[in-house]
């Protein structure tokens, strides 16, 4: 039997990319799971034939208000939740220095990268602590441990998931719930796809391996991160970089 068989699950950003792999991952492993993403026609391309372990929501991740009742709503569907993992993100425009950056366009990114992730698990863990029992996943990104050049309101945003983390990961240590960042270097996603080549190969190039991971090797980590068996690890940024980070 899967260990996520009787898990519930809520996955932000579940439409594309390194959610929806994650999503369908935990979904043929048995989860009930909640699907969020900004664009409601492709959580419904996506996600058809399994519709008993499945509460599909079309909402703006940084609205608290739509969040809060998103939430509450996968809870009276399934009765719980144990697992939240937030893969919503955005790189806002890159290639341009700190000087050239558009002060809308970085509020922008940590609205969706840093403010709906705090949202979420904000919503999530009191029921959470109800039942002395949670896995909370941020994804983060290499750019939050190390910043890269030509990407100011990315990699800030993503440090201060990081940040957030460390924070979470401490104040519930003694509660049953753990929670975990993982930090990916370059993963081919439409994320990744969108950006300039010349920023991809600049963020390749800084990989020991010299490739991308797949969006396969991310979410079975993400999987080992929000299961049972990971019980000791929590407030940790789990590397997932071919070798960049090493710490």
Request: hydrophobic fraction near 45%; proline fraction near 2%; charged fraction near 20%.
């Amino acid at each position: 039997m899967s260990s996520f068989s009787t898990q519930v699950a809520i996955i932000t950003g579940a439409a594309s990319g390194l959610g929806l792999v994650i999503a369908h991952k935990l979904l043929n492993e048995g989860a009930s799971v909640g699907l969020f993403d900004l664009n409601a026609k492709a959580l419904n391309e996506e996600f058809v034939g399994n519709l008993d372990k499945e509460e599909l929501i079309g909402l703006d991740v940084t609205d608290e208000e739509q969040v809060e009742k998103a939430v509450a709503r996968v809870i009276e569907r399934f009765g719980k939740v144990d697992i939240l993992i937030n893969c919503a993100g955005i790189t806002g425009t890159t290639g341009v220095q700190s000087h050239e950056v558009d002060t809308l366009n970085l509020k922008k990114v940590f609205d969706v990268n840093f403010m709906a992730s705090y949202y979420t698990s904000k919503a999530v863990l009191p029921y959470m602590l109800t039942k002395h029992y949670g896995r909370i996943l941020h994804i983060a990104s290499i750019a939050g441990k190390e910043g890269n050049a030509g990407m100011l309101a990315y990699s800030a945003s993503k440090a201060a998931v990081i940040g957030m983390t460390k924070v979470q990961g401490k104040e519930y240590a003694e509660s049953g719930i753990t929670v975990n960042a993982l930090a990916p270097a370059v993963i081919r996603t439409p994320l990744v796809d969108a950006m300039p080549e010349a920023q991809v190969k600049y963020m390749t190039d800084k990989i020991p391996m010299k490739r991308c991971g797949t969006l396969e090797e991310a979410a079975n980590m993400a999987a080992f991160i929000v299961s049972h068996e990971n019980s000791f690890a929590t407030g940790f940024t789990f590397d997932l970089s071919g070798g960049r980070a090493t710490y």
